[in-house]
């Protein structure tokens, strides 16, 4: 089979391809016939070895894939050959709280899923919404699961009340999707006027343009009459955390995301100011186990929600996959499709 290992961190060279034998199926295992893969933030980490698990010598980048199963061990019961599936990207996270004991992820301390076949315990995969291609269904386990615990992971939201996203990144545009869903009304951010657009025609009530609004914490206030955003998807902090504070309804929720950019900042700074006039709570998650990945597939199926899709590129394009990736801000996500 074929696959890609990353020998050395720190550059794409690092990332080499690999002819190897095929997997066997041990009794709880699934072999997988991979048909596509999707690029997260942690990939592009992990590469430049700033991620905050450490990852295994030699390992197949990249967590989210999805396939088609091949073949089964002799004590596998949740899944047959020919069902559809992808990867957790938590695995050993069935349900619960995350522990330190289950901090494994595939394409970091676990091979992932760049590569013609992927051995998984049958524990390590949910079913792919019937509907969703197989490029589609490859974007679910990091950004769908992220976004989705975003939206319903806290106090409930009920139709009508407001949410802000920010920014175009494919979290941000699931917590839309999903927020739309809900019946919510979405503000979202962002610096072009084209993906302005493009908000708008997947559901986006308002599009605020952060660089001619910089203090858009007040013109979300402005658009909700003074009474702010009851939920915020915070992906770009730190930078953003105090318009974040700002913009949030009295008993708001904030869903912190990221705690590093690259800039100069490290750390989050909230103004006595801001952080004085709410009652706000801030709300850290890291994507979500099993169960949540399994509720949010059954929404994803009754709404027929399709995820947004960027760029498609061929396995042995990897690398300019990567490349595209790094240089621009997509729109959606970056597929590597797997022949």
Request: aromatic share 6%.
């Amino acid at each position: 089979m074929r696959c890609y290992r990353l020998e050395k961190g720190g550059h794409l060279d690092g990332i080499v391809p690999r002819e190897e034998p095929m997997p066997t199926p041990k009794p709880t295992d699934i072999l997988v016939r991979v048909h596509a893969v999707s690029l997260n933030r942690r990939d592009a980490l992990i590469l430049h070895e700033r991620y905050p698990l450490p990852s295994a010598p030699d390992v197949i980048p990249i967590s989210d894939g999805a396939g088609e199963v091949v073949a089964v061990g002799a004590e596998v019961t949740r899944f047959q050959v020919g069902d559809r599936i992808v990867g957790g990207y938590w695995p050993r996270w069935h349900d619960g709280r995350l522990r330190p004991e289950l901090l494994d992820q595939p394409g970091c301390t676990l091979d992932g899923m760049l590569t013609e076949y992927a051995l998984l315990d049958q524990q390590w995969a949910v079913h792919v919404p019937g509907h969703l291609s197989w490029a589609e269904a490859a974007t679910l386990p990091c950004a769908g699961v992220t976004a989705w615990n975003s939206i319903v992971g806290g106090e409930p939201l009920r139709p009508g009340q407001t949410v802000l996203t920010l920014g175009t990144g494919s979290v941000s545009l699931f917590a839309l999707q999903f927020a739309k869903m809900l019946g919510c009304r979405v503000i979202s951010t962002t610096s072009s006027k084209i993906k302005a657009g493009r908000l708008k025609a997947l559901g986006a009530d308002h599009v605020i343009n952060y660089i001619d609004t910089p203090e858009w914490g007040q013109a979300v206030r402005e658009l909700t009459e003074g009474r702010g955003a009851d939920l915020i998807v915070e992906t770009n902090g730190p930078a953003t955390i105090e318009q974040s504070v700002r913009a949030a309804a009295l008993y708001g929720q904030i869903v912190l995301l990221a705690v590093s950019a690259p800039t100069s900042r490290s750390h989050i700074e909230i103004s006595g100011e801001a952080y004085g006039s709410t009652l706000a709570t801030i709300r850290r998650i890291f994507a979500g186990n099993r169960a949540d990945h399994e509720a949010m597939n059954q929404a994803i199926s009754a709404h027929h929600l399709r995820p947004v899709i960027d760029r498609v590129f061929g396995f042995a394009e990897t690398h300019d996959a990567f490349t595209y990736y790094l240089g621009s801000k997509p729109f959606g996500k970056v597929i590597i499709r797997i022949d």
